[in-house]
């Protein structure tokens, strides 16, 4: 890959498994709000209120984890967040009491939360010279984990019952010990990639740069059409699913 070396390449994979094992646990989730029903006796205002959980605390508060991993290197926030967000799934298989799931879910969003600033960042920094491509490869663990969470998840439950969501939480267990062995390597890694950037650029280049800007005018309309996408979908992966197998009569 132009402008990555090997070492970079195998921590820029790493980060896209740790973004899998993150996301598969919020891709899980609507498919498993049928067996919640059908299990637990939910009905679509408990329901909701679950999506509501993954959801609204953990995007409030995420900002709060970029500030930080913006002021420092916190690599085991990550390792963290991945843990969290799998053993607190993995603990809806093990609870009947709906403000327990409630509590569980409302971690594992918060978790999530947690894994995605400092990852993003480190991302940044072991792509030097590639950032594009290695943002697309870190995104691929993340559609990979919301497109093969609902096929887990069903997996799970139809044959182990629900308790075999305890699968997500060995595979985090697994997934954050490797996080945590990696994170001195890595950060090793983008203050290496940081000093050969700095010393590519000479004092009379950076002084010729404009200096940098927010656009919050640009920054709004992101965040509105970011938040009319989320509405939609996080919609339609809650709902759509029970509409087909109370209406239409399909099998979980």
Same mark, same amino acid.
């Given at each position: ?41 939910m ?7 679950l ?40 603990l ?6 709906y ?43 993340? @559609?990979?984990?919301?497109? !093969? +969470?609902? #096929?887990?998840? %069903?997996f $799970? ?6 308790? &075999? *969501?305890a ?8 997934m ?17 990639n ?19 800007? @927010?656009?919050?005018?640009a !920054? +709004?309309? #992101?965040?509105? %059409?970011? $938040? ?6 996080? &919609? *339609? ?16």
């Amino acid at each position: 890959m132009k402008g990555l070396d090997s070492l970079n390449k195998k921590y820029l994979y790493l980060l896209a498994a740790a973004h899998l094992s993150n996301d598969i646990n919020t891709g899980s989730l609507p498919a498993l709000l049928p067996f919640f029903v059908s299990f637990y006796g939910m009905d679509y205002t408990a329901i909701a209120g679950l999506m509501f959980a993954s959801s609204f605390l953990s995007s409030i508060i995420q900002p709060l984890f970029g500030y930080l991993a913006d002021k420092g290197s916190r690599q085991w926030f990550m390792a963290v967040g991945v843990f969290f967000a799998g053993t607190s799934l993995a603990l809806t298989g093990f609870f009947s009491d709906y403000w327990l799931i409630f509590t569980a879910v409302t971690v594992m969003g918060i978790a999530t939360s947690i894994f995605h600033p400092e990852a993003a960042r480190c991302v940044n920094g072991v792509s030097q010279g590639a950032r594009g491509k290695g943002m697309s490869i870190f995104s691929v663990g993340g @559609n990979g984990g919301f497109g !093969f +969470g609902p #096929l887990l998840a %069903v997996f $799970l439950v139809t044959t182990f019952g629900m308790h &075999g *969501l305890a699968f997500y939480g060995i595979t985090v267990i697994c997934m954050s010990i490797l996080l945590l062995i990696a994170a001195p390597h890595l950060r090793r890694a983008i203050e290496r990639n940081k000093r050969a950037v700095a010393a590519k650029s000479d004092a009379g280049t950076a002084a010729d740069r404009p200096a940098a800007t @927010n656009d919050w005018h640009a !920054f +709004g309309r #992101l965040f509105l %059409v970011i $938040l009319f996408r989320s509405t939609v979908f996080t &919609g *339609l992966s809650s709902f759509l699913p029970l509409f087909c197998i109370q209406a239409l009569g399909t099998s979980e």
